[in-house]
């Protein structure tokens, strides 16, 4: 079992930044697959970035590709997302999902075993 805490999320102006984080425990993140998805309210929970576990690979959704970072810290047992640029249409609840040794379809939530609680981002405009 892998339990996830998200932080880090809170208020901030439209073009501010927060780096989020997601504190891993029970097991090593070093074989998964770490990745953020992000839920507005009346909206679909969305990909944001994902991070491999083998070579470190990052991938993010078009929306943010350029002003998010998807990071890992194997020997803090934790993931990051640096966030820039913030925009009012990236408010939502921010969720850390892993999954062991995750090579395909890193995007799709359902491929995800684990995930957080959540932390709240708000924009504002």
């Known amino acids: 079992q892998v339990q996830l805490v998200e932080s880090g999320g809170g208020l901030v102006q439209a073009g501010g930044s927060l780096r989020l984080s997601c504190a891993a425990s029970?097991?090593?993140?070093?074989?998964?697959?770490m990745a953020w998805f992000r839920q507005a309210p009346g909206k679909e929970r969305e990909f944001v970035a994902a991070?491999?576990?083998?070579?470190?690979?990052?991938y993010y959704a078009d929306s943010v590709s350029g002003l998010f970072t998807i990071s890992r810290d194997n020997a803090k047992n934790t993931v990051f997302l640096q966030m820039n640029s913030l925009k009012p249409e990236d408010t939502a609840v921010y969720h850390c999902?892993?999954?062991?040794?995750?090579?395909?379809?890193?995007?799709?939530?359902?491929?995800?075993?684990?995930w957080g609680q959540g932390t709240q981002v708000t924009v504002s405009s």
């Open positions: 999902a892993a999954d062991y040794r995750l090579m395909l379809d890193v995007s799709v939530a359902e491929r995800y075993d684990y």
């Open positions: 029970g097991r090593a993140i070093s074989s998964y697959t």
């Open positions: 991070i491999s576990w083998s070579a470190g690979n990052t």
